[in-house]
């Protein structure tokens, strides 16, 4: 996500610039486009967070690191976060993670998350695509209603 991240970052700062402006102008219509602007923003923001976590599952899947798919008890799993840098690390039976970067004391960063079950995987993968939906969908209101309020007045 690094590059995606920067150029949203970089959209952002901007977006907020020109909010300010617009909220700096003070008329009722620029105002207003600000508020617009600012929502459609948040809602990309949130866009992109459930997109990054969606392929973090989607990966974790791919890697078949989950006890459920066959492939966790060969490689000695226990937990696994989906949104660990480093999905093949290894963890122990007890849920704890075994050496690797960050290991605290005796080679062990704490308990592992608990590895979801089937269901849930497939009912979060589910859930995060109705969130992607709905928030595509808010999108694109949001962008009717800032195209409404440029045709409305000249801010």
Not at 124 to 143: F, N, P, V
Request: charged letters at 25%; hydrophobic letters at 35%.
């Amino acid at each position: 996500m690094g590059a995606a991240g920067a150029a949203f970052n970089d959209c952002s700062r901007r977006v907020r610039a020109l909010e300010a402006s617009l909220r700096e102008e003070g008329s009722p219509a620029s105002t207003s486009l600000a508020g617009a602007l600012e929502r459609l923003q948040g809602h990309e923001r949130s866009k992109l967070e459930m997109t990054v976590t969606l392929q973090s599952l989607r990966r974790a899947e791919a890697s078949n690191v989950f006890h459920w798919q066959g492939a966790g008890a060969d490689q000695g799993g226990g937990g696994f976060d989906p949104l660990d840098p480093h999905p093949n690390q290894l963890y122990a039976p007890g849920g704890h993670r075994c050496g690797g970067a960050g290991a605290g004391p005796a080679g062990h960063a704490g308990p592992a998350p608990a590895e979801p079950t089937e269901a849930e995987f497939r009912g979060a993968i589910a859930e995060l695509i109705r969130g992607l939906q709905s928030t595509i969908e808010s999108i694109r209101e949001e962008e009717e209603a800032a195209r409404e309020l440029l045709l409305e007045g000249d801010p």
